[in-house]
C-alpha cells in the first residue's frame, strides 16, 4: 500500500548519525518548523519538513522511569515541545527545546503532580494546573527562565484556554460531581473576569477560541460518573452569545475541537453510535472496543455540513499550519498508527506503524 514501513526502518538507521553531528548558534536561530512524530519502537521524537519527507532530526525521548507518554503538546509558534508523562504521582510536563535538543522537567518535584492546560500564543510561556490532589494551583512558567507565577485562578479551574492574542483567559471550574461547571472570561491575573456560562447539569469543557478570537467551540457532556459519556460540539460567540449547538461529539477522554488555521472549519472526535460505550468501569484507550467507537469528523462552519471518517482515534487531530491536512494517531491490529487526511480529496493514508502523537512546529 505504501512504503511507509521502510521509510521508518531506514529513518532508526539515521539515528545514530543525526545524533552525532552537533549544532552551533542559538536556538532561535537554529529553529526550523516542521512536522513531528513519536516513534515507539525507539522513544525518539522524530521531526521532517513534511509528514512524507526523511527525518532530519531524531531527538531520544525515552519515558521517565515507571512512566507512559500521556501527550505531546507543541507550542504555537517557536521550537518548545511539552511532553506529558503518566506517571505513579499523576502527570508530569516534561520541556524539549527541539533546537538545542535541550529537556527539563517543568517542577522538580517528582511528588508533584502537573499537566499542561495550555501553551501561551507566543509560545514562551505556558499553563499549569499544579497539585490537583493536594493544593491545587494555576500557574504561568515561564519557558526560558522556569520562573512559575501563581495566577490566584480558582482550585476547582479544570480548563483554560488564552485568547488568540494573550491578553485574556477563558477557564472552567466545578465544585465536583453534581454542581454542574461555570465558564469565565478574565485577564491573566484573574481580574475583571465575567461568567460567560453557567450549566447546572452539563459539564463545559475543552473551549477553544477560533482564530480570529470572535468564537469559541467547546464540548458539553452530562454531570455525571459516566467515564466516557457522549458528548455535544457547540459555538458561542466570544461575549459567551449565542450559544448552539452543532454535532454529537465524544466526551470523556480530553479530544478538545480543533479550529483549522483559516477558521473555517472544526475538527473533533465524534462517535458512530453516541449511545454506546457509555463506561463506568476502567477500560478506555487501550480497550480496541472503545476505541473503534470512536470517529474524526469535520465540520464546516459556512454549510454547516459535517464529514465523518471512521477512525479508532487515540489521540486529538492536528492541523497542518496551512490547513490543507489533518495527522490523528489510531488504533489498527492493537497498534498505534498515525494517519494524515488530505483535507481537498477527503483520502485518508497511513504514514507510520508503531507510532504516535503527529503535529507540527511553527
Given at each position: 500500500?505504501?512504503?511507509?514501513?521502510?521509510?521508518?526502518?531506514?529513518?532508526?538507521?539515521?539515528?545514530?548519525?543525526?545524533?552525532?553531528?552537533?549544532?552551533?548558534?542559538?536556538?532561535?536561530?537554529?529553529?526550523?518548523?516542521?512536522?513531528?512524530?513519536?516513534?515507539?519502537?525507539?522513544?525518539?521524537?522524530?521531526?521532517a519538513?513534511?509528514?512524507?519527507?526523511?527525518?532530519?532530526?531524531?531527538?531520544?525521548?525515552?519515558?521517565?522511569?515507571?512512566?507512559?507518554?500521556?501527550?505531546?503538546?507543541?507550542?504555537?509558534?517557536?521550537?518548545?515541545?511539552?511532553?506529558?508523562?503518566?506517571?505513579?504521582?499523576?502527570?508530569?510536563?516534561?520541556?524539549?527545546?527541539?533546537?538545542?535538543?535541550?529537556?527539563r522537567?517543568?517542577?522538580?518535584?517528582?511528588?508533584?503532580?502537573?499537566?499542561?492546560?495550555?501553551?501561551?500564543?507566543a509560545?514562551?510561556?505556558?499553563?499549569?494546573?499544579?497539585?490537583?490532589?493536594?493544593?491545587?494551583?494555576?500557574?504561568?512558567?515561564?519557558?526560558?527562565?522556569?520562573?512559575?507565577?501563581?495566577?490566584?485562578?480558582?482550585?476547582?479551574?479544570?480548563?483554560?484556554?488564552?485568547?488568540?492574542?494573550?491578553?485574556?483567559?477563558?477557564?472552567?471550574?466545578?465544585?465536583?460531581?453534581?454542581?454542574?461547571?461555570?465558564?469565565?472570561?478574565?485577564?491573566?491575573?484573574?481580574?475583571?473576569?465575567?461568567?460567560?456560562?453557567?450549566?447546572?447539569?452539563s459539564?463545559?469543557?475543552?473551549?477553544?477560541?477560533?482564530?480570529?478570537?470572535?468564537?469559541?467551540?467547546?464540548?458539553?457532556?452530562?454531570d455525571?460518573?459516566?467515564?466516557?459519556?457522549?458528548?455535544?460540539?457547540w459555538?458561542?460567540?466570544?461575549?459567551?452569545?449565542?450559544?448552539?449547538?452543532?454535532?454529537?461529539?465524544?466526551?470523556?477522554?480530553?479530544?478538545?475541537?480543533?479550529?483549522?488555521?483559516?477558521?473555517?472549519?472544526?475538527?473533533?472526535?465524534?462517535?458512530?453510535?453516541?449511545?454506546?460505550?457509555?463506561?463506568?468501569?476502567?477500560?478506555?484507550?487501550d480497550?480496541?472496543?472503545?476505541?473503534a467507537?470512536?470517529?474524526?469528523?469535520?465540520?464546516?462552519?459556512?454549510?454547516?455540513?459535517?464529514?465523518v471518517?471512521?477512525?479508532?482515534?487515540?489521540?486529538?487531530?492536528?492541523?497542518?499550519?496551512?490547513?490543507?491536512?489533518?495527522v490523528?494517531?489510531?488504533?489498527?491490529?492493537?497498534?498505534?498508527?498515525?494517519?494524515?487526511?488530505?483535507?481537498?480529496?477527503?483520502?485518508?493514508?497511513?504514514l507510520?506503524?508503531?507510532?504516535?502523537?503527529?503535529?507540527?512546529?511553527?
Open positions: 500500500m505504501n512504503s511507509a514501513p521502510r521509510r521508518l526502518a531506514t529513518f532508526f538507521l539515521l539515528i545514530g548519525l543525526l545524533n552525532a553531528c552537533a549544532s552551533t548558534g542559538s536556538p532561535e536561530s537554529l529553529h526550523r518548523p516542521g512536522f513531528f512524530v513519536y516513534s515507539l519502537p525507539s522513544a525518539s521524537l522524530l521531526i519538513d513534511t509528514p512524507a519527507a526523511p527525518p532530519r532530526q531524531v531527538i531520544a525521548l525515552p519515558p521517565p522511569a515507571d512512566c507512559a507518554l500521556h501527550a505531546i503538546h507543541p507550542a504555537p509558534r517557536g521550537s518548545w515541545i511539552a511532553i506529558e508523562w503518566d506517571c505513579p504521582s499523576g502527570l508530569r510536563v516534561q520541556l524539549l527545546d527541539t533546537a538545542s535538543r535541550a529537556t522537567f517543568a517542577l522538580r518535584d517528582p511528588t508533584l503532580d502537573n499537566r499542561l492546560l495550555a501553551w501561551h500564543p509560545g514562551r510561556a505556558l499553563y499549569l494546573k499544579v497539585g490537583t490532589l493536594s493544593n491545587p494551583q494555576t500557574v504561568r512558567l515561564e519557558v526560558d527562565t522556569g520562573q512559575a507565577t501563581d495566577l490566584n485562578l480558582p482550585g476547582f479551574l479544570y480548563d483554560l484556554a488564552p485568547s488568540p492574542d494573550g491578553a485574556r483567559l477563558l477557564y472552567s471550574l466545578s465544585n465536583g460531581i453534581g454542581f454542574g461547571s461555570e465558564t469565565w472570561l478574565g485577564a491573566e491575573n484573574a481580574q475583571n473576569a465575567s461568567q460567560l456560562l453557567v450549566e447546572p447539569a459539564i463545559l469543557a475543552l473551549a477553544q477560541f477560533s482564530p480570529d478570537g470572535r468564537q469559541i467551540a467547546y464540548i458539553k457532556m452530562p455525571s460518573t459516566a467515564q466516557y459519556p457522549p458528548g455535544e460540539l459555538i458561542m460567540a466570544s461575549d459567551g452569545s449565542q450559544a448552539h449547538f452543532v454535532a454529537q461529539a465524544d466526551a470523556g477522554r480530553g479530544f478538545g475541537p480543533a479550529w483549522s488555521p483559516r477558521g473555517d472549519q472544526i475538527a473533533f472526535v465524534s462517535r458512530r453510535n453516541p449511545a454506546a460505550n457509555q463506561s463506568q468501569g476502567t477500560q478506555g484507550l480497550d480496541p472496543a472503545e476505541a467507537s470512536l470517529a474524526l469528523s469535520l465540520y464546516t462552519l459556512a454549510d454547516a455540513s459535517l464529514r471518517w471512521p477512525a479508532a482515534l487515540l489521540k486529538p487531530p492536528a492541523w497542518s499550519p496551512e490547513g490543507t491536512l489533518l490523528f494517531t489510531a488504533l489498527e491490529n492493537d497498534t498505534m498508527t498515525v494517519w494524515q487526511l488530505e483535507i481537498a480529496t477527503q483520502r485518508a493514508e497511513k507510520y506503524t508503531a507510532a504516535c502523537c503527529a503535529g507540527w512546529l511553527r
